[in-house]
């Protein structure tokens, strides 16, 4: 039911790829193996995360506080999972 409503409510399907961060200076985008935060204006890009995860599903959390992401940490036989990552 959770991943139904960040699929639902903030999906990054029109902008391709690009959604807002709840600072309203950022943005987020990601390719099939690195998450980036940068400025509106394409500024001081941020790798925050590099590794494993399911391209396309990465959000913001509404307090800007953290990322979740759906992966399965490289673990071919395991499930994937939500998992935050925390954003200081």
């Known amino acids: 039911v959770t991943i139904a409503n960040f699929l639902r409510y903030h999906t990054p399907l029109f902008s391709h790829g690009w959604q807002w961060f709840p600072t309203s200076r950022h943005l987020i985008t990601s390719d099939e193996s690195s998450i ?29 506080s953290r990322l979740i992401m759906l992966t399965n940490f490289n673990q071919s036989s395991a499930p994937t999972n939500l998992y935050a990552l925390e954003l200081r």
């Not at 940068?38 to 494993?52: H, I, M, Q």
């Open 36 to 64: 980036t935060v940068v400025e509106y204006d394409s500024t001081n890009a941020v790798k925050v995360y590099s590794g494993p995860f399911v391209a396309g599903f990465v959000y913001p959390w509404p307090n800007g």
